[in-house]
Nanobody
Framework: QVQLVESGGGSVQAGGSLRLSCTAS?????????MGWFRQAPGKEREGVAA???????RYTDSVKGRFTISQDNAENTLYLQMTSLKPEDTAIYYC???????????????????WGQGTQVTISS
């Protein structure tokens, strides 16, 4: 059973930066999985923010391109999301997720993911 634990959320002012981490355990082989970051703001649907497939290719939702960077350390089974130039509209609970159903086209689709972390709150003040 894959388990995911996020950390690194918090409250910062607009224009600031945060780095989220997601530590995974229970993998038989981390290279089999695609990983992603998703977020959900109050009253809104969960949306894909950034994801990386098992070949290292990445996808970002348009609103974070140029500001967020997803990366992973396979040796440490850790996924990161570096967030810069943060805006109030980035405020949400951020979730880490994993799936063995890797298909680049669907990387940002929450329904494709099987395993989810508990989420970490990110709050950006203006």
């Amino acid at each position: 059973q894959v388990q995911l634990v996020e950390s690194g959320g918090g409250s910062v002012q607009a224009g600031g930066s945060l780095r989220l981490s997601c530590t995974a355990s229970g993998y038989t082989s981390s290279s089999r999985y695609c990983m992603g970051w998703f977020r959900q703001a109050p009253g809104k649907e969960r949306e894909g923010v950034a994801a990386i497939d098992n070949n290292g290719s990445t996808r970002y939702t348009d609103s974070v391109k140029g500001r967020f960077t997803i990366s992973q350390d396979n040796a440490e089974n850790t996924l990161y999301l570096q967030m810069t130039s943060l805006k109030p509209e980035d405020t949400a609970i951020y979730y880490c997720a994993a799936t063995a159903r890797c298909l680049y086209y669907w990387l940002l689709a929450p329904t494709r993911y099987t395993y989810w972390g508990q989420g970490t709150q990110v709050t950006i003040s203006s």
